[in-house]
């Protein structure tokens, strides 16, 4: 009889990140339609506070936010870990001060449509895990998506670019 030791890392991986993948999907196949329009406002909140994790990979892992470039490839390596090794995707710099993450294949929307849950209520996921935790591994640093695979694109593009600071209106009456 064979044991955990003698399953491979991989597939002990691969297996992981399959349930992971399929749990979002199957929770809000379950819950949209007692909770209603509530739903994605509450599962928001679960995803930003998954950032968490997200931040503990880099710190553990040592990996360097401190470019657009960094950052963007942190962020991927970080999404690989967290949706498995079926998550494709790769970085470009397209600038000094920005970078793309390139998503060809995502098991999270896979899961989603293999029991009947629409992308839209997938993007909601990845958003608010995307745009938290962006700015917290690097402040300087936001996140935008440009395309979703979600939303019928062929691909996902997330920009990684220099935060907007914030415009003061010197009109402001004292």
């Known amino acids: 009889m064979p044991d955990l030791k003698s399953i491979p890392d991989d597939m002990k991986w691969r297996l992981a990140a399959n349930l992971a993948a399929l749990l979002p999907a199957l929770y809000e196949s379950a819950y949209r339609g007692v909770v209603g329009e509530k739903y994605d406002e509450i599962e928001q909140e679960i995803w930003m506070e998954l950032s968490r994790m997200a931040l503990d990979i880099v710190r553990d892992l040592l990996l360097p936010t401190s470019t657009a470039s960094e950052l963007a490839e942190s962020m991927r390596i970080v999404m690989t870990i967290l949706f498995g090794p079926d998550y494709k995707s790769e970085t470009l710099e397209v600038s000094k001060d920005g970078a793309v993450i390139l998503i060809r294949r995502c098991p999270l929307l896979e899961s989603g449509h293999n ?17 938290t935790t962006v700015p917290q591994l690097n402040k300087n640093y936001s996140a935008r998506f440009v395309r979703t695979m979600c939303t019928g694109d062929r691909q996902c593009e997330i920009k990684i670019e220099e935060a907007k600071q914030p415009v003061k209106d010197e009109h402001k009456k004292k």
């Open 115 to 131: 029991i009947g849950v629409g992308g839209p209520g997938i993007f909601h996921k990845c958003m608010a895990l995307t745009l």
